[in-house]
């Protein structure tokens, strides 16, 4: 039979402290890059210092005679192209750290350094047969734009049309937690490793790919991992290399990378700019959008944007150029596309409300999508379906908590009359976030009334052990700390990777199968031996029921009564418990000192949708989690990459900037739960809104467009210069 | 319990030039308390400076109360000898150059960064980790705020958090959030888990810093 989630809810929804909580506080939570294995090894890698060469030649001669030198495993071969400042080209394990560095510096590489491009102005600018990154073309481009309607007249009929640039440097994931692992094989041919990972499963059948062993004898442990955004799948380059090496000496071997490689060689959110006509009439209603955008995956395979992002525009052109670039391959990244759509899409609109003397408020109402009638015949609750409804609701509620009336003027005529002004802007976003299979939880009951949940899903700081006990214990009318949760551990069955926010989606439907099934078979069981019709037996907290001759027995003693059985209840994803689809909308608050041009972020206010909440606790930090990350990426953060050596100038983090707590605004987060929708992710979207909130709120303050994040002082100055918001990327 | 040290608790400082002498602590209290602070007295010359390393040296250290020796290389941190000679880890190498925090443990109750002294040099101190701030299972007042309040998402900086925040307190018990946050500017988190530390803050505030 098809489980529902309960109408009445005990636990769901409500908050629960994390249950590994205590562990992780305390530091006594084991990581990977905490493993230590007897007799373990410490792997390091070397890596290219040019931003474009061809490998010519490796002398390892002396470094293999080092102290304590153990292996080595060549990654790229003689003659090979490096592509990036940071491409791998070996690595070696040592006894010791120490000694691991030495040997890495005992190594004589020669390179034959080759013509590259790090800044996409460089890249656009050369011949259009430039080949810099693999033997493929730097730059590409459809010839012809992607049109809907007719632009042309939509821009000639226009009351106002503005014309601008915006955009957004590339950042760096900065998990904490690098990428690595501690990789041991055992007598038997079986690979173990403890991964920082966002997918146990997908990396152990990655490893047993690439060593052609059977699936069955990899097992991925991910306990704890300290981050990961988007980063963090498969087994990787440095995955290989620490299995070979662990082969190769036959000892444990531990290898992450260093904070510079973390940065340089680990992915990174592409830029993304855009020279954009945005055009409307004297009532709000926006008639027409053009872009011509442009954004570089790096040395990876492509880096697009969804615009415009969200509103419904009947007049577009569309042409979006990658610019390839020898700088490592960006990867997905809280919201990959997003943020940077929505930059190139809210920014605008504010620009075009400005000229048409209105509240940006107010044009964002009038140019929300509709909901679609065809999409509610198939899930009368999906995003397609609700989203006017939705996003006039939250735009409302953000209004009120943020006193918009109040505090919105028009732009640069703030109250305040010293050098430093205030500001509101807004946005708005949408993300997926929907669950799917295989994802496979286990809940076991046995005779002493414990209960064990297991997975082989993964915890990336979102209480995913906590989601399931939550459930667990909802459906079994226990408290979340009764249950046993074990998970992090390939072995224990099929799970996705938690990438787009499908996680608790993915695994909380397969929970509540499992829960369910579990009490299902436990009254099976257990109808005989109470005297009971199994049909008339039920769940109440802390203990089971028989309705019909309203008897009880407390959980541990009904369980009692399995004896020597243990129950078992297997559980996959299905749908009809998650959605797809969330919207949110953010308001931010600034004060510009227009003096030294820096910026301070004073208030948000973020309205987010998730379906329905598990854990309204976790959720609630998952959102303002998200609105720092966008505070972060909208004023401090940026990858720096220097043209005349091709490498990235701030690979740490003293010039890669992060703000710490001081930096902070005050975070109003408003959760709306719509349990009728089932599940959705929330990892993603309060990352996404926020840095075009902050850019329209700097706009309101200044009167004048930064165009591109961060929002750093020169910018602003440079801004507050021209005074005609000219973007010089 | 044995310490190389004996009772000199002048800090991290003495303690390397005494290491470097390698005399009895006796005559390196006696030698700190008169070489810098007299020039002009005639002294008997200084004994030429021992050099230590390259290769590993003996080194003990008193972490989270108990003392541990370990074999290492001079140039090893007190970062690196915790996690990877000791198995000390709840103090985690991220930045690994003193600007992110997650490597702060407490030296004679003041918070330092570990990746940014040497292990030979915090010989005699008292080094606690996050790891301390636990004692028969049950949490002190700063980590059990985290668990409540949720101010930790992945969980990797939350040790060196946890580890400024008692000291932060301890240096002052009636200290505003504000200064508070001010003890903690030397950290960085990533996941975002501010809003909830400050809700964590507000709580231990009440308390001055002494928990529900």
Known sequence: MAYTWPIKRRLLGTKVARLDGPEKSSGRAKYSFDINRPGMLHAMILRCPYAHAKLKSVDTSVAERTPGFEALHRIAKDGAELNYAGDEVLAIAADTEEHAADALRAIKVEYEQLPFFVKEEDALRAEATAKTVGGRANVNAPAEPSVTGDIDKAFKEADAVVEGVYGSHAISHQCLESHGLVAEWDKEGGLTVWCSTQATDGTAQGLARAFKIPQTKVKCITHYMGGGFGSKFGPDVQGIACAELAKKAQAPVKLMLNRAEEITAAGHRPSSYGKVKIAGKKDGTVTAFSIESFASPGAGGGAGVVVPYVYTIPNTSTRHTNVRLNYNAQRAMRAPGHPQSCLLTDCPLDDLAAKLNLDPMKVRLKNLPASSEESAKTNKTSYAAIRHTLYTEQIQLAARLAEWEKKWHPPGQGPLTGPVKHGIGMALHTWGGAGGAPNDVLVQIASDGSVLVQSSTQDLGTACRTVLAIITAEILGLEPKDITVRIGDSSFGRSTGSGGSTTTPGVSPAALNAASAARDSLFEKLAERLKAKKEDLTIEPGKVVDKANNKSWSWREACARLGMDTISGLGKWTSGLSNNGVGGVQIAEVLVDTDTGVVRCTKVVAVQDCGLIVNRLACESQVAGGVIASINYALFEENILDRVTGRQVNPDMEFYKLGGIEDMPQIVVQMMDMPERGVIGIGEPPCISGAAAIGNAVFNAIGVRVPVVPFTPDRVLAALATKEGKAST | ?212
């Open chain 2, 1 to 212: 319990m044995h310490d190389p040290r004996g009772p000199n608790k002048n800090g991290p400082g003495p303690s390397r030039r005494e290491f470097l002498r390698g005399s009895g602590a006796a005559a390196a209290a006696t030698a700190l308390a008169t070489a810098p602070l007299a020039p002009l007295v005639e002294a008997a010359p200084a004994p030429p400076p021992q050099g230590f390393g390259p290769g590993p040296v003996t080194v003990g250290l008193k972490v989270n109360g108990q003392y541990m020796t370990q074999k290492v290389e001079p140039r090893v941190t007190l970062l690196d000898a915790l996690r990877n000679y000791l198995d000390v880890t709840g103090c985690k190498r991220v930045c690994d150059r003193g600007t992110c925090g997650a490597c702060t443990v407490l030296l004679d109750g003041k918070p330092v960064y570990s990746c940014s002294m040497l292990a030979i040099e915090a010989q005699g101190n008292v080094i606690q980790t996050a790891e301390s701030l636990v004692a028969d299972g049950k949490l002190d007042a700063i980590p059990a705020a985290f668990v409540k309040y949720d101010a930790q998402q992945c969980g990797f900086c939350t040790p060196g958090f946890v580890v400024a925040m008692r000291a932060a307190f301890d240096k002052n018990p009636k200290a505003s959030p504000a200064e508070i946050e001010e003890g903690l500017s030397g950290n960085i988190c990533r996941c975002g888990t501010y809003q909830q530390m400050r809700d964590a803050i507000a709580a231990l505030c009440k308390s001055q810093g002494k928990g529900d």
